[in-house]
């Protein structure tokens, strides 16, 4: 998961390094030595990194084959055959609530997941004692571990008595605002709560990628903050903070990807619906693409099937663009990172 | 890092009390940010301590070796019996050949990046492999069936389809793992190897491979332990089942994540008084004892993979 560390040995290996020794090696190394098992060796390997794109490309075009016969069909048609879209006009109809309730739900999570990760990378790199972060940062890591369906079991039968109560009086209390609105759920299976427990799941991943670029804040900037009489806030304030912006962006855009697309929380969770509906207190209001697919697929004949999985395509391009995203921004951040 | 010359400690400290007394606004929120930020760090801990907790209090009850040697071949209802063996057979054997697919791939492509990638494929694969590692685990699963499906016929599930989606999420961590243990071996090696005439490939498997294998074995068995928790995936393309099938090709099979969640969602049995032998929350204590089942084989998994590390390890290393 630590993909933000730039890997020093890279330049002397790939021979475009600056020690001009090192290129010359290479080039007249191979030569020499570049034929018979050694060539075919490394086109061996080089398939096996083509294979990779490959692979990904396969992903979407085996998804779009399957997804075409709902895709092409006239509505009417698809509609009589798949019992799913009994109360949609439209596939989009049907998409656009799915959309919606997986997108809330994952940017529910993110804002209570971000500030508890910039916190965390903040604790176990600028204030937990030298000896106790990596332990610390193991810690973390272990919520990673926990495998989602003891969080979805978690979840529903020991998060949600406990929450319930806090919705209630939010409900009671704060019912003006749009999300607390609605009557509230007396089983606690909402959308809030579901928010919660990926919140925690995507912890760990915005945390580790926080946390790296944090340690590479640059020792001078820190001193000379300090120097200037910076208490150590100040300090994280004007010199960690503004360094490490563009890795934090990307660190939550990768939590976004996680949350998008995570299936066993929501499902086992949520009491779904599939309405717009902002209200997180309310049950039978949202549900999300990926749960959507692991609850209806079993049952599914092949026409709803090829539904399902156009949906599933909707999913794959949102997270596929998102992760692109982030993962861009912590390319470019390592061009630059070189520079300072 | 705030101190200066020994000779102006003790004036030093005594301009610091004056400091703090005069800026007290700034230094209550040095604290109250201190505060937050520990605060924050134990509210992550929470959530951990609570699942460890209830996941234990709770499995312990029916976890014994009844639980783990028996299928639920039979059982309905209330009845205080059934247990996960056939669900373990699962687990290990897709989990197993998923890694029997994803190693060898991954593995070569780390290979590939590390001895020999440049240029605009290697940067494409670098790239990729990223973007890989966010793919939703149900879309990996959709792609498994989708493939088998194009392949053998719409309707299939067997344990194959299941290895096949877990290699999809697989192979990017083992990728990743693997390059960057390849990344600690030094240069010296290749180059004193390749001095004595050694060929290119010889020096990748006898030297490298040699040197790192004790990272790449970590790095596996962290991938496995990562993926051996995947639920979604195998709900939709291996199904479910309650006796035991050892077949990978033929036919449903039954795995942990899958079993905590049929359990779970076959919910409270509705028990009436004059049945004697019928525990209401029984599918509730299976889905619990399975997920202590799960939770055990996962850490077992990341502790081996230390030991692994901090006794196969070449010492010169790091």
Same mark, same amino acid.
């Given at each position: ?8 040995? @890279? ?12 290129? @010359? ?25 083509? *294979? ?78 030298? @000896?106790? #972060? ?23 039968? =020991?998060?949600?008595? *406990? ?26 299976? =909402? ?6 427990? *990926? ?27 300090? #120097? ?66 692991? #609850? ?8 709803? =099937? ?23 921004? =912590?390319?470019? @951040? ?7 | ?7 102006? $400690? ?9 400091l703090q007394q005069v800026d007290k606004r700034r230094h209550r929120k040095d604290r109250v940010m201190r505060g937050l930020i520990v605060a924050a760090f134990l509210l992550a801990v ?6 460890? +907790? ?48 994803s190693v060898p791939i991954g593995l070569l492509t780390a290979i590939y990046l590390v001895e020999y990638g440049r240029g605009p494929l290697a940067r494409a694969v670098t790239f990729f ?52 243990? %390849?990344? %600690? ?8 190897? %390749?001095? %004595?005439?050694?060929?290119? +490939? ?22 496995v332990s990562r993926v051996i928790g995947e639920t979604a995936p195998l709900l939709i393309t291996v199904g479910v089942i309650d006796s035991i099938n050892y077949n990978l090709f033929d ?16 919910? $409270? ?18 889905? +619990? ?6 939770? $055990? ?22």
């Amino acid at each position: 998961m630590s993909t933000t560390k730039s890997p020093p040995a @890279r330049s002397s290996t790939a021979g475009s390094g600056p020690e001009p020794t090192s290129a @010359r090696r290479l080039k007249g190394q191979r030569r020499a030595a570049d034929r018979g098992a050694s060539r075919v060796f490394r086109w061996f390997t080089t398939g096996a990194g083509a *294979l990779i794109l490959v692979l990904l490309a396969a992903v979407a075009i085996f998804l779009v084959v399957k997804a075409w016969p709902a895709l092409t069909t006239p509505y009417d048609e698809l509609a009589e055959q798949v019992g799913l879209l009994r109360n949609s006009s439209s596939l989009l109809d049907y998409v656009g609530p799915l959309i919606f309730g997986t997108i809330l739900a994952a940017a529910l999570a993110l804002v209570m997941a971000v500030p508890v990760a910039i916190g965390i990378a903040l604790f176990i790199s600028h204030y937990a004692p030298r @000896r106790l #972060a990596n332990g610390l940062g193991y810690v973390i890591d272990l919520l990673a571990a926990v495998p989602s369906v003891v969080y979805g079991l978690w979840g529903a039968l =020991v998060l949600s008595p *406990l929450v319930q109560p806090v919705w209630a009086w939010l409900n009671a209390n704060l019912g003006w605002f749009p999300l607390f609105s609605g009557t509230v759920s007396p089983t606690a299976r =909402v959308l809030l709560t579901v928010a919660i427990v *990926l919140a925690v799941m995507i912890l760990p991943i915005i945390t580790a990628v926080s946390r790296e670029v944090f340690l590479q804040t640059p020792r001078l900037h820190e001193e000379a903050a300090l #120097a200037l009489g910076a208490t150590r806030w100040e300090m994280i304030r004007t010199a960690v903070l503004p360094f490490g912006r563009s890795g934090v962006i990307s660190a939550a855009m990768l939590g976004l990807g996680r949350a998008l697309g995570e299936t066993m929380a929501v499902l086992m969770i949520l009491s779904p619906g599939f309405l717009y509906s902002f209200r997180i207190l309310e049950a039978g209001q949202q549900q999300s693409i990926a749960a959507n697919i692991a #609850a209806q697929f079993p049952e599914a004949n092949p026409m709803g =099937v090829s539904t399902l999985i156009a949906t599933g395509l909707a999913l794959f391009v949102i997270t596929l663009v998102v992760n692109m995203a982030a993962r861009a921004i =912590v390319a470019r @951040r390592k061009d630059f990172s070189g520079a300072n | 890092m705030t101190t200066t010359a020994p000779e102006a $400690l003790a004036g030093n400290a005594e301009l610091r009390t004056l400091l703090q007394q005069v800026d007290k606004r700034r230094h209550r929120k040095d604290r109250v940010m201190r505060g937050l930020i520990v605060a924050a760090f134990l509210l992550a801990v929470l959530p951990l301590v609570s699942v460890a +907790w209830t996941v234990v209090k709770h499995g312990i009850e029916r976890f014994n070796v009844y639980f783990l040697t028996h299928s639920m071949r039979g059982v309905f209802g209330g009845m205080d019996a059934g247990g996960v063996y056939h669900a373990i057979v699962g687990t290990v054997e897709i989990t197993l050949f998923a890694a029997l697919i994803s190693v060898p791939i991954g593995l070569l492509t780390a290979i590939y990046l590390v001895e020999y990638g440049r240029g605009p494929l290697a940067r494409a694969v670098t790239f990729f492999v990223d973007v890989m590692t966010g793919i939703p685990s149900i879309v990996a699963g959709l792609f498994a069936y989708a493939l088998f499906a194009v392949i053998l016929g719409p309707g299939v599930r067997m344990g194959v389809v299941g290895s096949v989606a877990l290699s999809v999420l697989m192979i990017p961590v083992v990728v990743r793992s693997s390059e960057e243990m %390849l990344r %600690l071996v030094p240069n010296e090696l290749r180059e004193a190897a %390749l001095a %004595l005439g050694v060929p290119r +490939w010889l020096v990748v498997i006898k030297v490298v491979l040699r040197t790192a294998v004790a990272g790449i074995v970590t790095g596996v068995m962290i991938a496995v332990s990562r993926v051996i928790g995947e639920t979604a995936p195998l709900l939709i393309t291996v199904g479910v089942i309650d006796s035991i099938n050892y077949n990978l090709f033929d036919g449903r099979m039954m795995t942990l994540p899958v079993y905590v969640y049929r359990q779970f969602q076959q919910g $409270l049995v509705p028990c009436t008084p004059d049945q004697a032998n019928c525990i209401a929350t029984v599918a509730y204590d299976r889905a +619990w004892a399975g997920a202590l089942t799960l939770i $055990l084989i996962v850490m077992l998994l990341n502790l081996v993979a230390r030991l692994v590390t901090r006794f196969f390890a070449p010492k010169n290393l790091g």
